[in-house]
């Protein structure tokens, strides 16, 4: 199986990083060979990497630093590079590769602080593999001192250093960094080819596979879950039947609490797995006996840890939040298009009784002002507006319509 199996309805982009690798091979084999480099190579030193949620931006930047890390035998005899198997290839795809560092924003920006032994290792040689990769997950989260450091690296880049940059739209990019970069755009997965990765990959049921992939509209992370885990079914079902709670003021605010302590509680798990092991294990690093005293002058690294671990928890709560307005979006676009008398597919099958009530119970227009609610929520909580207040403030107006 090669890296690119893993990439939904993403063929094109496939073929081109496929190419690019290839393209890759012969400049590494140039420079070792002190010879002149390949004229029209499709490979360069920075990529972006754009679509919307879902589909596989990350994913996609990952299975490229597999290609371009990939040391198959094979590839001597012409093998295509990613080949899935080899040393190269499987620490790249599990993110341990010592030549593939990986940038992912802890809480609402990705800060200088972060980024500057980032861009200091952008500089070195490649320790192990072919290239040296920077890959940065949330490149719309940084801000514009981090945003900075990047473009002086990305300007004038290492000679075996590629920088991969994901966002969801070109436009969350500083103009002068997108400039130096080569452009991807994906595409939302088809809901059948969803449903086909979940039953041939994951060996989920062709029924339970198509309903997840239709009611999470292509995105195949939420999907994989949504047919995995019965707790997230049933708080998106919770989520679903909010619109018909809406009936007073009080409701509106009981379920905006419930919505902001459903989203508290699944940060509360995430830090509960992983803030005890990190604590522990930097102690350890630091020289701390078990259950000891830590050395005098680390109080400041400690306090670094518990700062970012504050920040991911924060960063955790707002996208479990997402998530549900996300469904809460999803919902309002079915009752919109029974409203209009669309043929299109509900995504929202299982809730068709509950569809079809809020569709006799109003007009379009509210429906349409109902959806504009919930995005002003998602716009405040980017703001980082106060998530109880955000949501208090969109249910109340999912009542008024």
Known sequence: ???????????????????????ADALVTAAAADEPLPEASKMTHAWLFTGPPGAGRNQTARAFAAALQCVSPDRALGGAPGCGFCDGC???????????????????????????????????????????IILVEDAERLNEKSANAVLKAVEEPAPRTVWLLCAPSIEDVLPTIRSRCRHLNLRTPT???????????DGIEPQVAEAAARATQGHVDRARRLATDPAARERRAAVLKLPLRL????????????????????????????????????KAALGAAQGGRLPRGTAGVMKDLEDMQKRRRTRT???????????????YRDVLALQLGSRIALA??????A??????????????RRIEAIAACREALDRNVAPLLAVEAMTMALRAG
């Open 1 to 23: 199986m090669s890296v690119w199996d893993d990439l939904v309805g993403q063929e094109k982009v496939s073929a081109v990083l496929e190419a690019a690798a290839r393209d």
């Open 90 to 132: 499987h620490t790249a795809l599990l993110g341990t590769h010592a030549d593939v560092t990986t940038v992912a924003a802890v809480g609402s920006e990705i800060l200088v602080k972060d980024m500057r032994d980032t861009v200091r290792k952008s500089f070195t040689s490649p320790a192990n593999g072919r290239w040296q």
């Open 191 to 201: 809901v059948a080819a969803v449903a086909d990765m979940l039953v041939r990959r």
């Open 247 to 282: 009936d007073e003021v009080g409701a509106c605010l009981r379920a905006a609490q419930e919505l902001v302590d459903a989203a508290s509680e699944d940060a509360k798990q995430l830090a509960e797995e992983m803030d005890g092991k990190e604590t522990e294990e930097l």
């Open 317 to 331: 709560q707002r996208d479990s939040l997402d998530v549900a307005l996300g469904d809460l979006t999803g919902f």
């Open 348 to 353: 929202n099958e299982d809730a068709e009784d």
């Open 355 to 368: 569809l079809a009530r809020i569709a006799r119970g109003s007009s379009p227009e509210s429906t349409l």
